[in-house]
């Protein structure tokens, strides 16, 4: 299974590379829309969002349209190998390049419990209908949401929002999946 996941992986990863910066900022600005008006993230009082590498779905805008609807945001800070904790973010200016170049938040800004989350925004690579979400490999987010109770929704650029993933038992599924096309909700088999 792990071999069938990384060449997924690296077809993948090859793929996102070839997308146009045009396209990928449509993309970025219809997946903003859709996930801005699901019901789940206006009433969200505490935000879980992840720091957007250039070839991922863009989150600094929601990251922006969250700390403006007056919601608290939270965003990852690697604390060690394969750990990640929430950490509150005030500002994105607070934001500097930290493990493997993705930005983070300084390392004395507050922690943020798992239960203080009311709606996780995470990243993947690709995801399929049942809510299984193929990431970079690490581990760091299925590690996370295993410790979260709060639901979890993943951005998914609409071309890699496939049918089946090949999953382990490790693998955290995701509640819903947020597409340039649609929000679907996740229907474990």
Do not use: W
Request: charged share 25%.
């Amino acid at each position: 299974m792990q071999s069938a996941k990384q060449a997924l992986r690296k077809n993948l990863l090859t793929e996102r590379r070839k997308v146009s910066p045009m396209e990928r900022h449509a993309v970025d600005e219809r997946v903003f829309c859709h996930m801005t008006a699901l019901d789940l993230y206006q009433k969200a009082q505490m935000v879980f969002l992840y720091c957007s590498t250039a070839e991922e779905i863009d989150t600094s805008h929601l990251m922006e349209n969250a700390l403006q609807a007056g919601k608290r945001v939270c965003v990852p800070l690697c604390t060690g190998p394969g750990i990640m904790e929430a950490r509150e973010l005030k500002d994105l200016a607070q934001l500097s390049p930290g493990r493997f170049g993705i930005l983070e938040p300084p390392a004395d800004s507050a922690p943020i419990s798992p239960e203080e989350i009311d709606l996780c925004i995470v990243p993947c690579l690709a995801a399929d209908t049942a809510g299984n979400r193929l990431g970079y490999g690490g581990g760091y987010y299925d590690r996370f949401l295993a410790r979260t109770p709060a639901p979890a929704a993943a951005l998914c650029a609409g071309r890699r929002f496939l049918r089946t993933l090949p999953t382990e038992p490790h693998d955290q599924r995701c509640d819903i999946i947020v597409t340039e096309r649609q929000v679907h909700i996740a229907k474990p088999e």
